[in-house]
């Protein structure tokens, strides 16, 4: 017995043995218990029909639990060491002071059996990947958030936006294309798993609609409409499930987020591995006054359309007060330096071009196409709007962008697309800052910067246009010289 | 900002890339020559082709980056600078500088084909073509700023 627990002790949760199964288990388990139904839970006649398929799930099974049994972990006072990989081959050790973030997830097929998964990263490795991911039980998370964490003393401040500020969060926040995405490989799996009747009855409802609609507008017009709406709402449906009862504690010397509604989720932050502060606005939140707080920390915000947020929405007040709070420790510092107000025609030029582009294509496109022109004018209008609007935001750019370095901080305002950044960010966290010119910027004395900061990511932030001298002194002036 | 020493690609390695790239453009001429006798046409458009990039690559291109590319090492900071018709400075700060990875080409020593990668947290700067004795040099002045940041 004693052996057996101490078998257990140094192991992952065994719900873990289920997560290394092959994704194509559910498919051969799913109709094997169909079949034992179906013989009316006579095991011999279903053994004898059905032993291959068995052999199979059995030496799935087995590989599982090879793998499970050579993962071993241990918590030690100063780090924490892993056998991972196939036959527990690559061992990995993570100091405390190294790990960025530690993200705790409960999901539903994990609760009944009080396993947690555990999600540990550091400014190394990829942006892509997690250093280590172990599935725990619960006394061992207790075990890693007392050391990894500094001793636990009282919250200094808890955020709790209003379910309102969420629900525009993630309204805004919300993408049709990921929403297809996730909805497309919802309906693929569940087609693999059940047949294609899920599939079906989707592309039947999707035409019935559409044949409702279509009395006024054309057919694939409905159901391109269709489509997106269907996306959008889904990706809005995962955002506002994710981000429910979302919370910031600041406690000594971490940030702890705690969100979610189906699958809990747990992340506990050092903040001196945030790496820097994004505040972000569209041209609409700009007008009203409106902004989402963003945080940039090695492993927060990693998993497949999650967001690192801080702040969902609040307004810009709020924000600061609440920044103020939670992170004293990133400063926010005036603006130095801005574009030019006459280079305005290097901020609105490429949207100009994209504006013309549009509808000359069309044109083109309709002379070559003649019974196409339903479609081109459909096409034109829909790609027309978003870059008129592009047209907009980027003449609006010209006066927010700007780079301010004071104090042992920067500020970094930018637009990216559509989407306007403040970036806070400690010049230490600096680690590379480039000047760059492209032709045009050359004969009219241009420069833009691009700005490397800390983080698994060679990600950088483009703040463009500045007049040549001024922009070259500043970074000699304001960055290279200090240490 | 104090300039302690700047480097620049070596020309050795010019000349290499000049001999390979002249070789390449030799080689694909006759094989244009040899394969597409029978195509007049197209042959003397290909080897025009191949004459033609491998002129502007010898004789223009080339001689251009190499020309526009040098690095410097400050007191606190070290810096590349280069590009043909997109230029470009970059900034790394000593305290940024996490390791270095040296890659060393086979007979390097004739043909400068030393490089070397200057990693940091988030970024890098990547230095071509350095002689034997640059890349020492580099390579000594950046262990030393890791081990004084280790300290």
């Known amino acids: 017995m004693l052996a057996l627990k101490q078998f257990f002790h140094k192991r992952q949760h065994p719900i873990k043995i289920l997560g290394y199964t092959t ?163 919802f309906l693929v799996q569940a087609s693999r798993i059940v047949g294609r009747e899920i599939e079906q009855r989707f592309f039947y409802k999707l035409s019935s609609y559409a044949k409702y609609f ?7 017009v409905v159901a391109l409409a269709l489509i997106i709406i269907a996306g959008w709402l889904f990706s809005f449906c995962v955002n506002i499930v994710r981000h429910w009862s979302f919370t910031v504690t600041r406690n000594q010397n971490n940030i702890i987020i705690t969100s979610g509604f189906i699958t809990k989720r747990f992340h506990q932050i050092p903040v001196d591995k945030i790496n820097y502060i994004d505040i972000q606005q569209s041209l609409l939140m700009k007008l009203f006054k409106i902004c989402s707080v963003q945080i940039h920390a090695s492993g927060y915000g990693k998993g497949s359309r999650e967001i690192a947020v801080l702040i969902p929405v609040t307004t810009l007040s709020v924000v600061k007060r609440t920044m103020s709070l939670l992170i004293p420790e990133i400063q926010s510092v005036p603006i130095d330096i801005r574009p030019l107000k006459r280079n305005v025609m290097r901020y609105i030029l490429p949207p100009i071009w994209l504006c013309l582009g549009i509808p000359a294509g069309c044109l083109v496109g ?118 | 900002m104090i300039v302690i020493k700047s480097y620049k690609p070596h020309q050795n390695a010019l000349n290499f890339l000049r001999i390979c790239i002249s070789i390449i453009a030799l080689g694909l001429t006759v094989a244009i020559v040899i394969f597409l006798k029978s195509l007049p046409i197209l042959m003397y458009t290909l080897v025009a082709i191949v004459c033609g990039v491998g002129f502007l690559l010898n004789f223009i291109l080339l001689p251009i980056y190499f020309y526009k590319t040098s690095c410097t090492v400050g007191e606190n900071y070290v810096s590349k600078k280069g590009g043909i018709i997109f230029t470009s400075k970059q900034y790394m700060k000593k305290s940024s500088v996490q390791y270095i990875t040296v890659i060393k080409t086979p007979l390097s020593k004739f043909t400068a084909g030393n490089f070397l990668i200057i990693h940091a947290l988030g970024g890098g700067i990547i230095l071509y073509f350095l ?9 000594n002045l950046m262990k030393k700023w890791t081990k004084e940041g280790e300290c």
């Not at chain 1, 639990?65 to 060491?81: G, H, K, L, P, S």
């Not at chain 1, 279509?214 to 694939?220: D, V, W």
């Not at chain 1, 246009?465 to 290279?480: A, C, H, T």
Request: charged share 20%; hydrophobic share 45%; glycine share 4%.
């Open chain 1, 23 to 185: 994704k194509s288990f559910w498919l051969l388990i799913i109709p094997l218990a169909r079949s034992l139904v179906a013989v009316k839970f006579d095991i011999a006649t279903w053994l004898r029909g059905w032993w291959l398929d068995i052999l199979v799930i059995g030496i799935i099974f087995l590989f599982a639990f090879t793998r499970w049994a050579f993962v071993t972990y241990q918590i030690r006072d100063d780090e924490i060491v892993a056998n991972t990989g196939f036959f527990g081959m690559l061992r990995v050790t993570i100091p405390y002071n190294k790990i960025c973030c530690v993200s705790v997830t409960q999901g539903a097929l994990y609760r009944p059996f009080k396993a947690y998964k555990v999600y540990i990263d550091t400014n190394s490795g990829t942006d892509k990947s997690t250093d280590l991911v172990l599935a725990m039980k619960k006394k061992d998370i207790e075990h890693l958030k007392s050391f990894s964490a500094s001793p636990q003393t009282k919250p200094k401040f808890i955020y709790t936006p209003r379910k309102r500020n969420l629900l525009i969060f993630s309204l805004l926040f919300s993408s049709t294309l990921s929403g297809v995405i996730i909805f497309t490989t």
């Open chain 1, 214 to 220: 279509t009395l006024r507008l054309p057919k694939y």
């Open chain 1, 366 to 483: 309709n002379w070559f196409l003649p019974n196409w022109t339903e479609i081109f004018r459909f096409a034109g209008i829909i790609f027309e709007l978003p870059a008129i609007w592009l047209l907009i935001v980027k003449t609006a750019s010209i006066f927010t962008t700007g780079i301010g370095i004071s104090k042992g901080y920067a500020n970094l305002s930018y637009c990216s697309l559509y989407k306007f950044h403040m970036v806070l960010v400690k010049t230490e966290k600096i680690s590379k800052a480039s000047v760059y010119q492209t032709p045009f910027q050359y004969m009219r004395n241009n420069i833009s910067f691009k700005f490397n900061v800390h983080g698994e990511s060679k990600l950088s932030h483009k703040v463009k246009n500045f007049p040549q001298k001024v922009g070259e002194d500043f970074l000699k002036e304001k960055f290279m010289n200090t240490d």
């Open chain 2, 131 to 139: 002689s034997d004795n640059d890349t020492e040099e580099i390579k």
